[in-house]
């Protein structure tokens, strides 16, 4: 790099010869880099001094370890669906398994082996470094079904809504099945002993396939595909109930201190209601200004909503993360290199950040920010 353009970047101001030379998209330019750098400072500040982070995790954050996403630029999950005119939606139901269950059953072994030879790529080892940092650690929220988190965090602190390919169920779990909704570990290799190949036609015979211990029909991955009703959450709902507690844990930190100002208004209010006017007096300015530095007081410690990969078709992260955000003392960082707004109230609220960035472009930047300031 230059000497002008690192003392530019230093300072902030366009090196000399940039502005004029490019114009206004120049100017545009180093509008971008300067905003994407003041960003990428402001997260890593954040995730530095986190009191606790809630990772928001969607298919984007597998895209730079080589798998696909089910909407966006890097689509695609299983190649042979587009030569089959098969739409994601159709494969991925109830109904595809029972209609054509070597053609289902070829689809989800293919996931199977792509997510499980996929490697976590360098951001999945940044946050498990910050879940050793943060003092109330690191949870994970995702929709994701490939089975990766389980490899960076441990399994209390991991949510898995839409469940995971590395677990099998019964296909006839609502119905007569004595198993009652059992969910059960693949077995090692299982994917790959699945001799079948994707075409509709398969020859494979059905008894090939995996089918329930307990009352012999076919057994599926305990994931919760389009329009299912036979999704087992026995093992979702213990991990949602980690999610519950964890949350819990946070908010009684927050609540521990903001008990004092909590208490001055209490005060104020009984005040209030002991005079004759009416009860619903606004609350005077200097309890409002209180509360205003209670609550920079505890983004000095902000609980982090990390939101990487989350996409707009199916917003079940987004709007879990962009809701908890909201809450005093937690600020979120956007991470998606295609759907990057950022709610306006947060974002005017200095409590917001989007990074137009790849999962690991946009992590490995945080991390390398964060390692000069400790
Ligand atoms: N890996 C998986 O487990 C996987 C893969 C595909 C689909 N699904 C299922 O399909 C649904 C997908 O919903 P979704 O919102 O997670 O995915 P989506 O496909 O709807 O959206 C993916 C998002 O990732 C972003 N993205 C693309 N490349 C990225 C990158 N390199 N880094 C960061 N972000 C990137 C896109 O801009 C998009 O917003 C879920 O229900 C999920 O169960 C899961
Ligand atoms: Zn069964």
């Given amino acids: 790099m230059g000497s002008s353009l690192a003392s530019a970047i230093q300072t902030e101001n366009p090196p000399n010869g940039i502005a004029t030379d490019l114009g206004e998209f120049g100017e545009a330019l180093w509008a971008k880099k300067v905003a994407l750098d003041?960003?990428?400072?402001?997260?890593?500040?954040?995730?530095?001094?986190?009191?606790?982070?809630?990772?928001?995790?969607?298919?984007?954050?597998?895209?730079?370890?080589?798998?696909?996403?089910?909407?966006?630029?890097?689509?695609?999950?299983?190649?042979?669906?587009?030569?089959?005119?098969?739409?994601?939606?159709?494969?991925?139901?109830p109904d595809a398994l029972v209609e054509h269950p070597q053609l289902a059953w070829a689809f989800w072994?293919?996931?199977?082996?792509?997510?499980?030879?996929?490697?976590?790529?360098?951001?999945?080892?940044?946050?498990?470094?910050?879940?050793?940092?943060a003092r109330l650690g690191v949870f994970c929220y995702t929709t994701n079904?490939?089975?990766?988190w389980p490899r960076i965090l441990q399994e209390g602190s991991l949510y898995e809504a839409h469940g995971s390919t590395s677990f099998l169920q019964c296909s006839n779990a609502?119905?007569?099945?004595?198993?009652?909704?059992?969910?059960?570990?693949?077995?090692?290799?299982?994917?790959?002993?699945?001799?079948?190949?994707?075409?509709?036609?398969?020859?494979?015979?059905?008894g090939a396939l995996p089918h329930c211990p307990d009352c012999g029909n076919l057994a599926r991955p305990n994931v919760n595909l389009f329009g299912d009703l036979d999704f087992s959450k026995k093992r979702s709902r213990i991990q949602r109930e980690a999610y519950r507690q964890w949350l819990q844990?946070?908010?009684?930190?927050?609540?521990?201190?903001?008990?004092?100002?909590?208490?001055?208004?209490?005060?104020?209010?009984?005040?209030?209601?002991?005079?004759?006017?009416?009860m619903d007096q606004p609350m005077s300015e200097e309890l409002l200004e209180f509360r205003r530095q209670a609550?920079?007081?505890?983004?000095?410690?902000?609980?982090?909503?990390?939101?990487?990969?989350?996409?707009?078709?199916?917003?079940?992260?987004?709007?879990?993360?962009?809701?908890r955000a909201a809450q005093a003392g937690h600020v979120l960082?956007?991470?998606?290199?295609?759907?990057?707004?950022?709610?306006?109230?947060?974002?005017?609220?200095?409590?917001?950040?989007?990074?137009?960035?790849?999962?690991?472009?946009?992590?490995?930047?945080?991390?390398?920010?964060?390692?000069g300031m400790r």
């Avoid at 844990?249 to 609540?255: E, H, K, R, T």
């Fill in 38 to 93: 003041d960003a990428v400072r402001k997260a890593a500040q954040w995730i530095s001094t986190a009191r606790a982070v809630l990772v928001g995790a969607g298919a984007g954050m597998g895209v730079d370890s080589g798998l696909g996403t089910y909407r966006g630029a890097a689509m695609g999950v299983w190649p042979p669906l587009e030569a089959l005119g098969i739409d994601y939606r159709e494969i991925c139901t």
């Fill in 295 to 323: 609550e920079s007081e505890l983004l000095r410690r902000p609980v982090v909503c990390l939101e990487i990969g989350a996409g707009i078709s199916i917003p079940t992260v987004r709007t879990a993360l962009e809701t």
């Fill in 109 to 133: 072994r293919y996931c199977m082996i792509a997510y499980r030879n996929a490697e976590p790529h360098e951001g999945y080892g940044a946050i498990q470094q910050w879940a050793a940092r």
């Fill in 145 to 148: 079904v490939d089975a990766m």
């Fill in 249 to 278: 844990s946070v908010d009684g930190d927050i609540a521990d201190e903001l008990a004092p100002v909590l208490e001055q208004e209490q005060l104020a209010i009984e005040a209030n209601e002991r005079r004759t006017e009416p």
């Fill in 333 to 371: 960082i956007r991470i998606n290199p295609e759907n990057c707004d950022i709610p306006a109230e947060l974002q005017a609220n200095g409590r917001a950040v989007s990074l137009p960035l790849s999962a690991v472009d946009a992590l490995r930047r945080i991390a390398d920010c964060t390692q």
């Fill in 174 to 206: 609502r119905g007569g099945c004595p198993g009652k909704g059992m969910v059960w570990p693949c077995p090692d290799n299982f994917a790959e002993q699945l001799s079948l190949e994707a075409s509709r036609d398969d020859s494979v015979e059905l």
